[in-house]
């Protein structure tokens, strides 16, 4: 791997509540927890607290907009947690095929001893 992983960003974004409130301030562009409410089946408390652990991660920023605050995701913060996941993803792919080539010569041994 590149970079080793970042097993607070993963924990944050390892909750589907909050994967699915980073997808919505990526498609609106960003929103406060009042809106977010809005769009999830939690309260605006809990979305608070979520919007909360992805700030300490550093997945969003947060700017007053008068009585509510203003989250937006980090565009650095998240092609880093991409990186990341193409590289585990990519660490993974070569034990599989590592795994594959073991069990393919496993099976052409067992072949071979049945043909004898």
Not at 10 to 34: C, E, F, K, N
Not at 36 to 56: C, F, I, N, W, Y
Not at 67 to 86: K, S, T
């Amino acid at each position: 791997m590149t970079s080793p992983v970042d097993d607070d960003l993963w924990s944050a974004i390892g909750d589907p509540t909050r994967r699915r409130m980073v997808d919505l301030l990526l498609a609106t562009g960003g929103g406060t927890a009042t809106t977010l409410s809005e769009q999830l089946p939690v309260t605006r408390q809990a979305v608070a607290k979520h919007l909360g652990v992805l700030d300490r991660v550093g997945l969003v920023h947060v700017t007053p907009a008068g009585r509510e605050r203003l989250y937006r995701v980090d565009d650095d913060q998240l092609a880093r947690a991409v990186a990341q996941l193409n590289a585990v993803g990519n660490a993974w792919d070569g034990r599989l095929q590592r795994i594959k080539r073991i069990a393919e010569q496993i099976q052409q041994n067992k072949k071979k001893r049945e043909g004898k």
